[in-house]
């Protein structure tokens, strides 16, 4: 018989051009093996075809999770960018102020040093969520 | 969603605005979800892989061809999250349906008791025998059966020829029938 897997599966699929269909119709005319395996895979195919998720689907859309995730390095900017500049704002009034300079030095010290302590503390957490192994595991 | 509405919201999404990006995701969750646990094999993953697929697409859509329909390009995109995840968490496909969460579609109104079990029944072999073939042959299998893609389809979602796809799909059906044969369900 001239025919070949592939053709078995396009036909099974609906993907011949009519005129190889008709041709290997007639193959399966002629060859019980052939329609028998014809028809174990249609069968494998009809229940494939029954599986439904229903279930697993209803209410669970995954839109919110989705939106919160786009959302979220807007906010990101937003804060950063809203931070810097009450900063600079704050650090201008400041040094312009009447405090004499000792207390400016002592007060640009102390929150150098919380800034320091923070940004080293922030880089060690990073460093080490790089290389933890569980990091996709969820509780 | 008819093609024109689907690249109208494509247009406005690339021009900024997550809302116009709702449809979207709503219109392509189920499809999605088929082809995640399809590949993952359990809820949660494919929730997983489905979410961080919509966040990736949101992200490279600059580079979509707007003139082109969004499902095939967003299947490969999550075909590509699935596999990440597989491999990140060094997880095989994990079976998870033996309970409420998956059903066989009900086969008409001569429905019982005793065939809605036997349906379940044979569902879950099915999955079983999904579960015992490799991740190259279930994915090909659900994007034809399960979502209904053509083979061209198939082929652009896959990145494979379109020459190709007969004979991949013949390796993993015949794939999962010797599975089920060795399940006992037989199709012989």
Same mark, same amino acid.
Request: without cysteine; aromatic residues 16%.
């Given at each position: 018989m001239d025919y070949s897997n592939d053709d078995l599966m396009r036909y099974l699929d609906g993907e011949m051009q009519p005129g190889d269909r008709a041709r290997f119709e007639g193959i399966v005319e002629a060859s019980t093996e052939l329609q028998r395996e014809l028809a174990l895979y249609r069968a494998l195919k009809d229940n494939l075809q029954g599986i439904s998720f229903a279930p697993a689907l209803a209410g669970r859309s995954v839109w919110d999770r989705v939106n919160a995730r786009l959302a979220r390095p807007i906010g990101w900017v937003m804060l950063v960018i809203g931070a810097t500049l009450w900063a600079i704002y704050g650090g201008y009034i400041y040094l312009q102020s009447a405090i004499n300079a000792w207390e400016k030095l002592a007060t640009s010290a102390v929150i150098s040093g919380i800034l320091i302590l923070f940004a080293t503390v922030a880089w060690e957490r990073y460093r080490a969520w790089l290389v933890d192994p569980y990091k996709d595991v969820h509780r | 969603m008819q093609p024109e509405v689907e690249r109208e919201l494509i247009r406005k999404c690339k021009a900024g605005g997550?809302? +116009?990006?709702e449809p979207i995701v709503r219109a392509y969750e189920g499809p999605g979800m088929r082809l995640a646990m399809g590949m993952m094999g359990n809820v949660e993953d494919a929730h997983d892989a489905l979410q961080e697929a919509f966040v990736k697409a949101w992200q490279s859509l600059d580079r +979509? =061809?707007?003139?082109?329909?969004f499902g095939p390009w967003f299947f490969q995109i999550l075909r590509n999250q699935c596999r990440d995840l597989l491999r990140s968490r060094q997880a095989? +496909?994990? $079976? !998870?349906?033996? =309970? !409420?969460?998956l059903e066989a579609r009900p086969a008409g109104l001569a429905s019982s008791p005793e065939r809605d079990r036997e349906k379940r029944a044979a569902t879950e072999m099915l999955w079983k025998g999904l579960e015992r073939i490799g991740a190259e042959h279930r994915e090909i299998l659900v994007l034809k059966? $399960? !979502?209904? $893609?053509?083979y061209s389809e198939i082929a652009e979602v896959l990145g494979i020829p379109d020459g190709t796809v007969a004979s991949r799909l013949y390796h993993a059906r015949r794939a999962l029938r010797d599975a089920l044969d060795e399940l006992g369900v037989s199709y012989a």
């Open positions: - | 997550p809302r +116009f990006y +979509f =061809d707007g003139g082109r329909p095989r +496909f994990k $079976l !998870e349906t033996v =309970d !409420e969460r059966e $399960l !979502e209904g $893609l053509r």
